[in-house]
């Protein structure tokens, strides 16, 4: 169902919370930048895991094709989703 046109805004437009200074929009503005070099040690940790999964299917590996090389790979792929999240 929907609002009266008459109710529909509660406060007015374009207000501030009284608590928080401008610009300011959570805990996670208050945390520093990442290194430069963190960037890149993401880029570096997926393409070792991407590197891992060919290389099982090349054969390249001891032992490989074998699924545990590429459960080796997977994780090393999450451990750089991992940290991609932690890079601000």
Same mark, same amino acid.
């Given at each position: 169902?929907?609002?009266?046109?008459?109710?529909?805004?509660?406060?007015?437009?374009?207000?501030?919370?009284?608590?928080?200074?401008?610009?300011?929009?959570?805990?996670?503005?208050?945390? *520093?930048?990442? !290194?430069?070099?963190?960037?890149? $040690?993401? +880029?570096?940790? /997926? =393409?070792?895991?991407? &590197?891992?999964?060919?290389?099982?299917?090349?054969?390249?590996?001891?032992?490989? *094709?074998?699924? !545990?090389?590429?459960?080796?790979? $997977?994780? +090393?792929?999450? /451990? =750089?989703?991992?940290? &991609?999240?932690?890079?601000?």
């Amino acid at each position: 169902m929907a609002r009266p046109r008459n109710t529909s805004r509660i406060t007015p437009k374009g207000t501030q919370p009284q608590h928080a200074p401008a610009g300011q929009h959570g805990p996670s503005s208050a945390a *520093p930048a990442s !290194a430069s070099w963190f960037g890149w $040690l993401i +880029i570096a940790v /997926l =393409g070792l895991g991407s &590197a891992v999964i060919v290389a099982n299917y090349l054969s390249w590996l001891p032992g490989s *094709p074998t699924n !545990a090389w590429i459960a080796v790979g $997977l994780g +090393i792929i999450l /451990l =750089g989703v991992l940290l &991609a999240t932690r890079w601000r």
